[in-house]
């Protein structure tokens, strides 16, 4: 068995045309979606994601506001900052690009961003609201992974899911939306004892630990799906994912491949939550 591929760039690519439309609705109401998009210091990652966000943002019809300070930007500045944009009714979404210079505290900033405004999904109340199932703004990238499933016709309900990493951008949120859709859920991380024991197990799994080769084929169920969320580089410097994808997809039934997997599903959710914003006015 070779496993069939999740196409995230054909998928994106559909989903913009989605959001383009609705863009489209809104601005004949003389509402311009917009998102304003915070870069602070010079990581190259960074300035490379804040890049792809604004592109996409313009190419799909949304208005993008980028606003590059230097390291030596102070948190008070930040903050003053965040709050003239919770203020500004031209903005509906605002995003400030992780990770931040180690003199700001990222927990803080994220927490200034207006509920109504966070469309990464990462203020507590976007994560409560997750919680416990009422409307509000998902985490960008799981939120993503859960549109691939949707897109293969993927049934969760009674299958088993794994979900390797904890994180509060990644494991956990995909972990809460796994378990919405009626599937049983085991969360692994660095403290599992036995990571295969649980993947073997697993209809589904969701690596996300930013670690290469963390699930290899003779860890995969024959059959399972595998959603690869990671983002490393091999020996010879190139793109690679957290899964051993030659190896695992002879196993699986569907895998994401990287790159071209959950990458471009990522940018496209932020772009659904703008729009979701700008239409809840």
């Known amino acids: 068995m070779t496993a069939q591929l999740i196409d995230g760039n054909a998928l994106s690519k559909q989903l913009r045309a989605e959001v383009a439309v609705r863009a489209a609705k809104l601005t004949e109401r003389g509402i311009t979606p917009g998102l304003a998009v915070i870069l602070v210091g010079e990581n190259p990652a960074s300035q490379v994601y804040v ?46 690009q992780l990770p931040l210079p180690k003199h700001i505290d990222d927990h803080k900033v994220i927490e200034s961003i207006s509920p109504l405004k966070d469309v990464d999904g990462f203020h507590v109340a976007s994560a409560g609201a997750l919680m416990v199932g009422e409307p509000g703004f998902k985490a960008c990238t799981p939120y993503g992974c859960m549109k691939m499933l949707e897109s293969i016709g993927y049934d969760l309900r009674g299958k088993h899911a794994v979900v390797i990493g ?46 290469r080769n963390v699930l290899t084929a003779d860890m995969v169920k024959p059959g399972a799906v595998v959603i690869d969320v990671g983002m490393n580089r091999d020996d010879e410097g190139k793109l690679c994912g957290d899964v051993d994808f030659a190896g695992v997809k002879e196993v699986a039934s569907w895998i994401t491949p990287v790159p071209g997997g959950v990458g471009p599903m990522t940018i496209t959710m932020l772009l659904v939550n703008t729009i979701e914003a700008a239409e809840r006015l």
């Open 166 to 211: 904890r994180s509060n951008i990644v494991g956990k949120p995909m972990a809460l939306m796994l378990l919405q859709s009626s599937a049983t859920v085991t969360v692994c991380h660095s403290a599992t004892p036995d990571l295969a024991y649980h993947t073997r197990q697993a209809d589904v799994v969701v690596a996300a630990v930013g670690k």
């Open 51 to 96: 890049r792809n966000k604004v592109k996409a943002c313009q190419d799909a019809g949304l208005h993008s506001v980028l606003e590059k300070y230097p390291a030596t930007l102070t948190e008070a500045e930040l903050l003053a900052r965040v709050e003239a944009l919770n203020n500004d009714p031209s903005i509906h979404g605002i995003l400030v």
